[in-house]
């Protein structure tokens, strides 16, 4: 492993980690209030975040996705305004580690931010909730530079299934298709992780660009309802879209999915939100690991849900997207964003070639967002901002 590992770290320096999804504006949210100077991510955080810039740098991240996530039991405004505090965060980095971090809104501005050796920072929302049920306010939040949205989290929303709730619209309602046109015209990327799988196949049909899955994995390697099944992923070559590896373990080993339910049952039990990662919800959780050892996946285990995604959907539909700060455990080799070249020297072990992996290191997702805005670019010549609300293409 030691040459694979120097190859890694060569690789990536030429080709570096798009990373599809980061949760740390909620860390900062939930630890400190938003307040950058008590968590100065410029310094080693490692006692209380997954990312700070050192340890990006190390992981050989050249662009990150900052999840600009909103919890399923905020709604409306309450939705909205979470939101608008996550994207101000986002951009309070970019503006506070100027010499380390380039906004981007493009793939042109990915390519410029790589060409002058930072790290391009971008945005993701996360949960369709977050848009309260106006195309207004998705046109808002892509120009604050929102560039894409996962169109639900944990919970089903008003017009579309998620993975891990009552599905009560066979996929997308009439509304949900709606926003997903709108997306394709102003060129926000239509992201499926945590939707049903009738959704994905729903947008799939629906969409004019090319879609992500910005943190799921294999569902015929771990059978999660958060994972995409085989034929979802064969589709994405037809739709020229990516499916970015997520590294939670609930998602990529079995063992540890049984075990992650009965850990948020404890703490739900004891009053805390089963995503809660506020020191007292982590000692209660430690607590319970002590008594009911963690199976723990490896490097190895997301390597064998690349592998598979590979061969399904093609190299060149396949991405990154690890989910740090948004998940209380990690595989071993891979605790924090440090942790990328030992994924891909454990790739080049497996025979995966240099040429294959920078397309899984940064050429297919920087292509997937340039598609995506010529896609934008030929609608919105076609059509104007869509007026659609959801109580009359619903109640229809």
């Given at each position: 492993?030691t040459?694979s ?9 030429e ?7 980061n949760?740390l ?18 310094t ?8 700070d ?14 999840s ?9 405004e ?26 981007a ?18 945005m993701?929302?996360e949960g ?33 299934d998620?993975?891990?709730d ?7 309602s009439?509304?949900g298709?709606?926003v ?11 992201d499926l992780s945590h ?15 090319p ?22 992923l ?8 990516v499916?970015m590896?997520?590294?939670?373990p ?9 075990w ?17 990662h ?18 723990r ?7 064998d849900?690349l ?6 959907a093609?190299?060149d ?9 948004g ?15 030992r994924?891909?020297a ?27 805005e010529?896609?934008?670019r ?8 869509s ?6 293409l619903?109640?229809?």
């Amino acid at each position: 492993m030691t040459g694979s590992l120097a190859r890694a770290r060569a690789l990536l320096a030429e080709h570096p980690v798009v990373d599809g999804h980061n949760d740390l504006p909620w860390a900062l949210r939930q630890q400190v209030r938003y307040d950058l100077d008590r968590r100065d991510i410029a310094t080693d955080q490692s006692a209380h975040l997954h990312t700070d810039l050192p340890r990006l740098r190390a992981g050989g991240v050249g662009a990150q996705f900052w999840s600009v996530y909103v919890r399923a039991d905020l709604a409306g405004e309450a939705a909205v305004s979470a939101c608008l505090e996550q994207i101000d965060v986002a951009r309070r980095l970019a503006e506070r580690y100027p010499s380390e971090l380039r906004p981007a809104l493009t793939a042109d501005d990915m390519e410029a931010a790589r060409a002058d050796g930072r790290i391009a920072s971008l945005m993701g929302a996360e949960g369709g909730h977050s848009i309260a049920n106006s195309l207004g306010t998705l046109r808002a939040f892509h120009l604050l530079g929102v560039r894409y949205m996962t169109l639900t989290h944990n919970d089903t929303i008003d017009w579309a299934d998620s993975a891990t709730d009552e599905p009560r619209h066979d996929g997308l309602s009439a509304f949900g298709e709606e926003v997903v046109r709108e997306m394709n015209r102003v060129g926000m990327l239509v992201d499926l992780s945590h939707v049903a799988p009738s959704t994905m196949r729903g947008a799939l049909a629906v969409t004019e660009a090319p879609l992500i899955f910005s943190h799921s994995s294999a569902r015929a390697v771990c059978d999660h309802p958060r994972n995409i099944p085989d034929d979802v992923l064969a589709l994405l070559p037809g739709n020229g879209g990516v499916a970015m590896a997520t590294f939670v373990p609930t998602f990529v080993l079995p063992e540890a999915a049984v075990w992650s339910k009965r850990a948020a049952a404890h703490l739900e039990a004891h009053g805390f939100h089963a995503l809660d990662h506020t020191e007292p919800a982590m000692r209660l959780l430690a607590e319970f690991e002590a008594e009911h050892p963690r199976p723990r996946a490896t490097v190895s285990t997301v390597a064998d849900h690349l592998d598979h995604m590979r061969e399904v959907a093609g190299v060149d539909h396949i991405g990154l997207g690890g989910d740090y700060d948004g998940t209380a455990f990690l595989p071993d080799g891979l605790e924090d964003v440090s942790g990328y070249p030992r994924l891909i020297a454990e790739l080049l072990d497996r025979g995966w070639s240099p040429a294959d992996l920078s397309k899984l290191t940064w050429g297919n997702a920087v292509r997937v967002l340039r598609d995506a805005e010529a896609v934008s670019r030929d609608l919105s010549a076609r059509r104007g901002p869509s007026l659609a609300t959801i109580e009359e293409l619903d109640a229809a």
